[in-house]
């Protein structure tokens, strides 16, 4: 499996971004984004299953919406009313078979929030 992301970028404090992955191969049972930053353990930022079943860490919730289309194989993270501490880089992952592990991961895409 590969992952490709994209959409990172830099906006100011308000702002929006979206972010895409793209998965080739089999399918996955869920797709996900984290985000790390310097000095900072990654963290999972939300997680989407393929029956659309959706986590969100307690910071993003109400501000990022994470999507999926299963017959692209792709993932999406909707980022609105961005803040800086959002600044990091985003990481796209797949947990092929459900078991909470994340088995292959995408490079990072960075997003800057200024303020």
């Known amino acids: 499996v590969q992952l490709q992301a994209s959409g990172g970028g830099l906006v100011q404090a308000g702002g929006s971004l979206r972010l895409s992955c793209a998965a080739s191969?089999?399918?996955?049972?869920?797709m996900g984004w984290f985000r790390q930053t310097p000095g900072k353990e990654r963290e999972l930022v939300a997680s989407?299953?393929?029956?659309?079943?959706?986590y969100y860490v307690d910071s993003v919730k109400g501000r990022f919406t994470i999507s999926r289309d299963n017959a692209k194989k792709t993932v999406y993270l909707q980022m609105n009313s961005l803040k800086p501490e959002d600044t990091a880089n985003y990481h796209c992952?797949?947990?092929?078979?459900?078991?909470?592990?994340?088995?292959?991961w995408g490079q990072g895409t960075l997003v800057t929030v200024s303020s």
């Open positions: 191969g089999r399918s996955s049972y869920v």
């Open positions: 992952a797949v947990d092929l078979s459900g078991d909470s592990v994340f088995d292959y």
């Open positions: 989407i299953s393929k029956y659309g079943t959706t």
